[in-house]
C-alpha cells in the first residue's frame, strides 16, 4: 500500500543487503578506478530490493543497510557517496558538503516517502548533509531502475558488477570517462581511455 513506511525485522535480509551492497562497492571502485574526492551517485529503491514495485513499499531499514555497506568501502577511499532523491524532490541529491563546496544548496530534509529511504540515511549518517540539484559524479549505482544518469559526467560507459542484484533488485552500474574529440587526425592519450587520472 502506498504511502505507508514499512518495517523489517528480517535480520537476515538486512545482513544480506549489506553484504551486497559492499561487494558491489568493491567491485565499481577497481572498475572504475576510483579514488579519493570522487564521487559516486547512488540512487536505490528500497521496494524493488524487497520484491516490491518502485515507490511502493519504502523501507529504511533497507536503506540503511545499504548505505552501511556502500560507505564502508567507500569511506575509507575518501570517495563521496551522492544519494539521489526519488522525483518527488526532482532527483536531488544529499552528499557531504565538502565534497561540493562550490555548488549551490537547496532546502530540503529527505523522508522515506519524500526522498527516498536510501537518501534519508544518508541524510542522518553524513556529517554535515546538503541536498543539490545536480551533481557530476565520477561513476554510479543504479538500486530497482532509479534512473541515475542525470547526475554523472560526461561519458558515462555501462560496468558490468558480478554482484548485479542487491536484494531483488537488478543493480546497474556505470564509470565515466573524458570525451574523445578532434575527429580521425587526432592522437588521444591511451590512459584516458578508462576513467579520470589521480592527479
Not at 549518517?125 to 547526475?151: C, K, N, Q, S
Not at 542487491?166 to 587526432?186: C, H, N, Q, T, Y
Request: proline letters at 5%.
Amino acid at each position: 500500500m502506498a504511502g505507508i513506511v514499512h518495517e523489517v525485522e528480517n535480520t537476515d535480509l538486512l545482513a544480506q543487503v549489506r553484504q551486497e551492497s559492499a561487494a558491489a562497492a568493491r567491485q565499481l571502485a577497481e572498475a572504475a578506478r576510483l579514488h579519493k574526492g570522487q564521487i559516486v551517485v547512488v540512487g536505490c529503491s528500497t521496494s524493488e530490493v524487497v520484491g516490491r514495485r518502485v515507490g511502493s513499499w519504502s523501507t529504511p531499514e533497507v536503506g540503511q543497510a545499504i548505505f552501511d555497506g556502500l560507505h564502508s568501502v567507500f569511506g575509507p577511499m575518501g570517495v563521496y557517496i551522492a544519494a539521489q532523491c526519488c522525483e518527488h524532490l526532482n532527483r536531488a541529491l544529499i552528499v557531504e558538503h565538502e565534497a561540493v563546496p562550490q555548488l549551490d544548496i537547496v532546502n530540503v530534509v529527505p523522508q522515506p516517502k519524500a526522498g527516498s529511504s536510501f537518501a534519508t540515511a544518508a541524510y542522518h549518517t553524513f556529517r554535515h548533509p546538503v541536498a543539490v540539484e545536480e551533481i557530476r559524479a565520477d561513476a554510479g549505482l543504479d538500486v530497482g531502475g532509479t534512473l541515475i544518469g542525470m547526475h554523472l559526467k560526461k561519458v558515462a560507459v555501462p560496468v558490468r558488477l558480478e554482484q548485479d542484484r542487491i536484494g531483488s533488485a537488478i543493480l546497474l552500474a556505470a564509470r565515466v570517462r573524458p570525451k574523445f574529440i578532434g575527429g580521425e587526425r587526432a592522437v588521444y592519450d591511451e590512459s584516458l581511455k578508462d576513467g579520470y587520472p589521480e592527479f
